[in-house]
Protein backbone atom coordinates (compact mmCIF):
# COMPACT_ATOMS: atom_id res chain seq x y z
CA UNK A 1 0.00 0.00 0.00
CA UNK A 2 2.86 2.01 0.56
CA UNK A 3 3.83 2.02 -3.11
CA UNK A 4 0.18 3.41 -3.94
CA UNK A 5 0.72 6.79 -1.77
CA UNK A 6 3.35 8.08 -4.24
CA UNK A 7 0.81 10.56 -6.27
CA UNK A 8 1.99 8.88 -9.80
CA UNK A 9 1.85 5.47 -9.05
CA UNK A 10 -1.66 5.84 -7.58
CA UNK A 11 -2.74 7.56 -10.68
CA UNK A 12 -1.04 5.24 -12.85
CA UNK A 13 -3.49 2.50 -11.68
CA UNK A 14 -6.43 5.03 -11.04
CA UNK A 15 -6.74 5.88 -14.81
CA UNK A 16 -7.14 2.36 -16.04
CA UNK A 17 -9.73 1.15 -13.20
CA UNK A 18 -11.94 3.84 -13.12
CA UNK A 19 -14.05 3.20 -16.07
CA UNK A 20 -14.28 -0.17 -15.20
CA UNK A 21 -15.80 0.52 -11.52
CA UNK A 22 -18.27 2.69 -13.07
CA UNK A 23 -19.40 0.83 -15.89
CA UNK A 24 -19.60 -2.31 -14.18
CA UNK A 25 -20.92 -0.82 -11.06
CA UNK A 26 -23.54 0.96 -13.33
CA UNK A 27 -24.47 -2.16 -14.99
CA UNK A 28 -25.00 -3.58 -11.78
CA UNK A 29 -26.87 -1.23 -10.24
CA UNK A 30 -29.41 -0.89 -13.17
CA UNK A 31 -29.94 -4.45 -13.10
CA UNK A 32 -30.83 -4.51 -9.39
CA UNK A 33 -33.03 -1.71 -9.85
CA UNK A 34 -34.99 -3.15 -12.70
CA UNK A 35 -35.18 -6.52 -11.00
CA UNK A 36 -36.64 -4.98 -7.76
CA UNK A 37 -39.21 -3.22 -10.09
CA UNK A 38 -40.46 -5.35 -12.14
CA UNK A 39 -39.42 -9.33 -11.18
CA UNK A 40 -40.07 -9.47 -7.33
CA UNK A 41 -43.13 -9.84 -5.93
CA UNK A 42 -44.81 -6.97 -3.53
CA UNK A 43 -44.48 -6.92 0.18
CA UNK A 44 -47.87 -9.01 2.04
CA UNK A 45 -47.87 -5.84 4.20
CA UNK A 46 -45.44 -2.67 2.51
CA UNK A 47 -47.27 -3.45 -0.95
CA UNK A 48 -45.02 -1.38 -3.55
CA UNK A 49 -43.51 0.92 -1.52
CA UNK A 50 -41.23 -1.78 -0.06
CA UNK A 51 -39.32 -1.64 -3.19
CA UNK A 52 -37.39 1.92 -2.74
CA UNK A 53 -35.37 -0.07 -0.54
CA UNK A 54 -32.95 -1.25 -3.51
CA UNK A 55 -31.63 2.18 -3.39
CA UNK A 56 -31.86 3.61 0.16
CA UNK A 57 -29.84 0.49 1.87
CA UNK A 58 -27.26 1.10 -0.68
CA UNK A 59 -27.22 4.76 0.16
CA UNK A 60 -27.30 4.08 4.24
CA UNK A 61 -24.67 1.60 3.52
CA UNK A 62 -22.56 3.86 1.55
CA UNK A 63 -23.50 7.53 3.87
CA UNK A 64 -22.05 5.30 6.77
CA UNK A 65 -19.19 3.53 4.89
CA UNK A 66 -18.04 6.91 3.12
CA UNK A 67 -17.50 7.87 6.94
CA UNK A 68 -16.08 5.12 7.80
CA UNK A 69 -13.44 5.54 4.95
CA UNK A 70 -12.41 9.10 5.01
CA UNK A 71 -11.70 8.72 9.37
CA UNK A 72 -9.94 5.95 8.16
CA UNK A 73 -7.59 8.41 5.41
CA UNK A 74 -7.79 10.77 8.47
CA UNK A 75 -5.69 8.69 10.69
CA UNK A 76 -3.42 7.55 7.42
CA UNK A 77 -2.89 11.00 7.19
CA UNK A 78 -2.68 11.30 11.35
CA UNK A 79 -0.01 8.78 11.89
CA UNK A 80 1.62 7.43 8.49
CA UNK A 81 1.66 11.52 6.97
CA UNK A 82 0.99 9.63 3.29
CA UNK A 83 0.17 11.98 0.89
CA UNK A 84 -2.68 10.44 -0.38
CA UNK A 85 -4.75 10.11 2.79
CA UNK A 86 -6.03 14.14 3.06
CA UNK A 87 -7.12 13.93 -1.22
CA UNK A 88 -8.90 10.95 -0.42
CA UNK A 89 -10.49 12.36 2.61
CA UNK A 90 -11.56 15.13 0.34
CA UNK A 91 -12.53 13.23 -2.56
CA UNK A 92 -14.70 11.26 -0.28
CA UNK A 93 -16.97 13.45 1.52
CA UNK A 94 -18.72 14.98 -1.42
CA UNK A 95 -20.34 11.95 -2.46
CA UNK A 96 -20.84 10.41 1.11
CA UNK A 97 -22.88 13.33 1.58
CA UNK A 98 -24.67 12.87 -1.43
CA UNK A 99 -25.66 9.01 -0.20
CA UNK A 100 -26.49 10.30 3.14
CA UNK A 101 -28.68 12.54 1.54
CA UNK A 102 -30.37 9.98 -0.85
CA UNK A 103 -30.98 8.00 2.00
CA UNK A 104 -32.54 10.43 4.37
CA UNK A 105 -35.03 11.33 1.26
CA UNK A 106 -35.99 7.70 0.48
CA UNK A 107 -36.55 6.99 3.96
CA UNK A 108 -38.86 10.13 4.33
CA UNK A 109 -40.81 9.09 1.18
CA UNK A 110 -40.66 4.85 2.39
CA UNK A 111 -42.19 6.33 5.59
CA UNK A 112 -44.70 8.05 4.79
CA UNK A 113 -46.96 4.99 3.16
CA UNK A 114 -45.41 2.84 5.90
CA UNK A 115 -45.66 4.68 8.59
CA UNK A 116 -48.02 7.94 7.86
CA UNK A 117 -45.71 10.62 8.32
CA UNK A 118 -42.64 11.69 6.35
CA UNK A 119 -40.21 12.50 9.41
CA UNK A 120 -39.87 11.05 13.51
CA UNK A 121 -37.28 12.64 15.60
CA UNK A 122 -36.12 8.90 16.31
CA UNK A 123 -32.16 7.87 16.96
CA UNK A 124 -31.88 6.28 13.37
CA UNK A 125 -33.10 9.30 11.64
CA UNK A 126 -31.70 11.85 13.87
CA UNK A 127 -28.25 9.83 13.96
CA UNK A 128 -28.14 10.00 10.12
CA UNK A 129 -29.51 13.64 9.83
CA UNK A 130 -26.01 14.16 12.35
CA UNK A 131 -24.23 12.34 9.69
CA UNK A 132 -24.86 14.49 6.81
CA UNK A 133 -23.93 17.75 9.05
CA UNK A 134 -20.70 16.48 10.06
CA UNK A 135 -20.36 15.37 6.38
CA UNK A 136 -21.23 19.79 5.54
CA UNK A 137 -18.43 20.41 8.08
CA UNK A 138 -16.31 18.44 6.99
CA UNK A 139 -16.32 19.46 3.53
CA UNK A 140 -16.33 23.22 5.06
CA UNK A 141 -13.18 22.80 7.06
CA UNK A 142 -11.31 21.25 4.11
CA UNK A 143 -12.14 23.90 1.59
CA UNK A 144 -11.39 25.87 4.40
CA UNK A 145 -7.75 24.48 4.60
CA UNK A 146 -7.44 23.96 1.21
CA UNK A 147 -7.58 28.14 0.78
CA UNK A 148 -5.55 28.93 3.73
CA UNK A 149 -2.83 26.58 2.06
CA UNK A 150 -3.57 28.92 -1.14
CA UNK A 151 -3.89 25.87 -3.21
CA UNK A 152 -0.12 25.48 -3.06
CA UNK A 153 0.72 22.15 -2.27
CA UNK A 154 0.56 19.43 -4.86
CA UNK A 155 -0.62 16.67 -2.76
CA UNK A 156 -3.51 18.72 -1.73
CA UNK A 157 -4.43 17.28 1.43
CA UNK A 158 -6.43 18.53 3.94
CA UNK A 159 -5.36 20.18 7.69
CA UNK A 160 -4.63 18.13 11.29
CA UNK A 161 -7.92 19.83 12.37
CA UNK A 162 -10.38 18.80 9.40
CA UNK A 163 -8.17 14.93 10.32
CA UNK A 164 -9.02 15.26 13.56
CA UNK A 165 -12.72 16.24 13.02
CA UNK A 166 -13.37 13.30 10.60
CA UNK A 167 -11.61 10.91 13.53
CA UNK A 168 -14.20 11.94 16.18
CA UNK A 169 -16.86 12.23 13.92
CA UNK A 170 -16.83 8.52 13.56
CA UNK A 171 -18.61 8.22 16.87
CA UNK A 172 -21.27 8.61 15.37
CA UNK A 173 -21.59 5.20 13.25
CA UNK A 174 -21.69 2.69 16.27
CA UNK A 175 -24.33 5.00 17.19
CA UNK A 176 -26.00 5.13 13.94
CA UNK A 177 -25.98 1.19 13.35
CA UNK A 178 -27.33 0.54 17.17
CA UNK A 179 -29.58 3.39 17.44
CA UNK A 180 -32.46 0.73 16.80
CA UNK A 181 -31.71 -1.72 19.43
CA UNK A 182 -31.00 1.57 21.96
CA UNK A 183 -34.50 3.41 21.23
CA UNK A 184 -37.64 2.09 20.57
CA UNK A 185 -38.97 3.78 17.43
CA UNK A 186 -41.07 3.47 13.73
CA UNK A 187 -37.93 2.89 12.42
CA UNK A 188 -37.92 -1.50 11.77
CA UNK A 189 -35.00 -3.53 13.24
CA UNK A 190 -31.80 -4.59 11.81
CA UNK A 191 -33.07 -6.53 8.53
CA UNK A 192 -30.01 -8.42 7.85
CA UNK A 193 -27.11 -9.31 10.07
CA UNK A 194 -24.75 -11.90 10.62
CA UNK A 195 -26.98 -14.75 11.61
CA UNK A 196 -28.87 -13.93 8.95
CA UNK A 197 -32.10 -11.95 6.95
CA UNK A 198 -35.66 -11.49 7.96
CA UNK A 199 -36.44 -10.04 4.42
CA UNK A 200 -37.52 -12.54 2.11
CA UNK A 201 -35.53 -14.22 -0.23
CA UNK A 202 -37.36 -13.39 -3.37
CA UNK A 203 -37.48 -9.83 -2.51
CA UNK A 204 -34.01 -9.62 -1.01
CA UNK A 205 -31.81 -11.20 -3.92
CA UNK A 206 -31.57 -7.85 -6.46
CA UNK A 207 -30.72 -6.14 -3.47
CA UNK A 208 -27.09 -7.65 -3.41
CA UNK A 209 -26.46 -6.38 -6.94
CA UNK A 210 -27.69 -2.07 -6.08
CA UNK A 211 -25.27 -2.83 -3.29
CA UNK A 212 -22.44 -3.82 -5.16
CA UNK A 213 -23.24 -1.92 -7.90
CA UNK A 214 -23.47 1.24 -6.44
CA UNK A 215 -20.32 0.40 -4.05
CA UNK A 216 -18.22 0.04 -7.29
CA UNK A 217 -19.65 3.39 -8.37
CA UNK A 218 -18.74 5.52 -5.07
CA UNK A 219 -15.39 3.92 -5.68
CA UNK A 220 -15.35 4.93 -9.06
CA UNK A 221 -16.87 8.76 -8.42
CA UNK A 222 -13.90 8.71 -5.25
CA UNK A 223 -10.93 8.26 -7.34
CA UNK A 224 -12.41 10.40 -10.10
CA UNK A 225 -12.26 13.17 -7.53
CA UNK A 226 -8.73 12.14 -6.47
CA UNK A 227 -7.45 12.43 -10.00
CA UNK A 228 -9.40 15.60 -10.20
CA UNK A 229 -7.49 17.17 -7.41
CA UNK A 230 -4.33 16.42 -7.94
CA UNK A 231 -4.29 17.61 -11.31
CA UNK A 232 -6.04 20.71 -9.76
CA UNK A 233 -2.95 20.79 -7.47
CA UNK A 234 -0.49 20.12 -9.74
CA UNK A 235 -1.16 23.07 -11.81
CA UNK A 236 -1.70 25.63 -9.26
CA UNK A 237 1.75 24.34 -7.62
CA UNK A 238 3.17 25.06 -10.56
CA UNK A 239 1.56 28.73 -11.24
CA UNK A 240 3.10 29.15 -8.08
CA UNK A 241 6.44 28.58 -8.71
CA UNK A 242 6.52 29.98 -11.87
CA UNK A 243 5.34 33.67 -10.29
CA UNK A 244 7.81 32.86 -7.61
CA UNK A 245 10.52 32.68 -10.67
CA UNK A 246 9.09 35.67 -12.12
CA UNK A 247 8.77 37.73 -9.16
CA UNK A 248 5.26 38.18 -9.36
CA UNK A 249 2.79 37.38 -6.30
CA UNK A 250 -0.16 35.02 -6.74
CA UNK A 251 -3.38 36.19 -4.74
Known sequence: MHVFANPAKFLSLAKPLTPWLFWVGTLLFVAGVLCGLFVTPADYLQGESVRILYIHVPAAWLGMG???ALAIAALVQMVWRHPLAGVAGRALAVPGALFTAICLATGSIW???????????????TSMLVLLFLYFGYIALAR????QAGGMSENGGVSRVTAIFAIVGAINLPIINRSVLWWNSLHQGPSITMRGSTIDAAI?????LTVVGASLWFCAIVLMRMRAILAQNKVEARMARMAREGGVTVQ
Open 66 to 68: GWA
Open 111 to 125: GRPTWGTWWEWDGRM
Open 144 to 147: ASAE
Open 204 to 208: LWPLG
